[in-house]
């Protein structure tokens, strides 16, 4: 089946620079990776989505980044602020969320 | 607009007591439903997912058990709770016609003592 390992574990950057979190997938079938936030005690909220015809996309600071023949797909948050703390999960999809692979999430700190 | 809810928020059970979270849907007809499981430290596991009333699939063998009576319900069960059955849960929904964007809900901490 579908495996994604997604890096860094733990992540601290100071408040206005540039995190970037990475996943690597190894289901050439795969065709929908979408980003996850989540804060503590609460669900996940998805915050950006990619699919396997785009290279990139951008939604105001937040950016992904896809690979196709590397497989792996990133995610990067500019001018970071405080509020950008969280828990950030990658997933991996061939379609349909029965079979979507979530990486183990990274902890972003933003240090103000 | 859609949303979802899930309770209770926080569950203390002892070894052996039965278990029943529930969630429901609003906003929306024949969601696909789906119940994870978040370890402290780990990634999101799926647990159940149904596509319609009385429609369970199992993607992991375990001490647990889900139903869905009505289309925008769905629930978690166990006759008797396990320490390992531990864990924060959550309940999510796609939307049947596109299945691919989840929403969550705000999950369950579940302590087994």
């Known amino acids: 089946g579908e495996n994604v390992e997604q890096h860094p574990s733990t992540l601290s950057v100071q408040e206005g620079d540039s995190a970037v979190i990475k996943c690597t997938y190894s289901d050439s079938a795969s065709n929908y990776f979408p980003w996850y936030k989540q804060e503590l005690g609460k669900g996940p909220q998805l915050i950006i989505d990619i699919r396997s015809n785009v290279g990139e996309k951008k939604d105001q600071r937040i950016a992904v980044t896809l690979n196709k023949t590397a497989k792996h797909f990133s995610l990067h948050i500019t001018e970071t602020q405080p509020e950008d703390s969280a828990v950030y999960f990658c997933a991996a999809s061939k379609g349909g969320y029965q079979k979507v692979t979530f990486g183990i999430g990274t902890k972003l700190q933003v240090i103000p | 607009s859609q949303t979802i809810h899930q309770w209770p928020a926080t569950l203390v059970q002892p070894v052996g007591s039965p278990l029943s979270l529930e969630c429901t849907v609003e906003?929306?007809?024949?969601?696909?439903l789906y119940w994870y499981r978040q370890a402290a430290g780990r990634g999101l596991q799926l647990l159940f997912y149904?596509?319609?009333?009385?429609?369970i699939s199992s993607e992991v063998p375990q001490n647990l058990s889900a139903s869905r009576p009505q289309d925008r319900q769905f629930i978690l069960s166990s006759k008797k709770l396990l320490l390992s059955d531990s864990g924060f849960y959550l309940c999510a929904w796609t939307a049947a016609r596109t299945n691919e964007k989840l929403f969550f809900g705000s999950g369950t901490q579940l302590s087994v003592l």
């Open positions: 906003g929306t007809s024949n969601p696909n």
């Open positions: 149904s596509v319609g009333i009385g429609q």
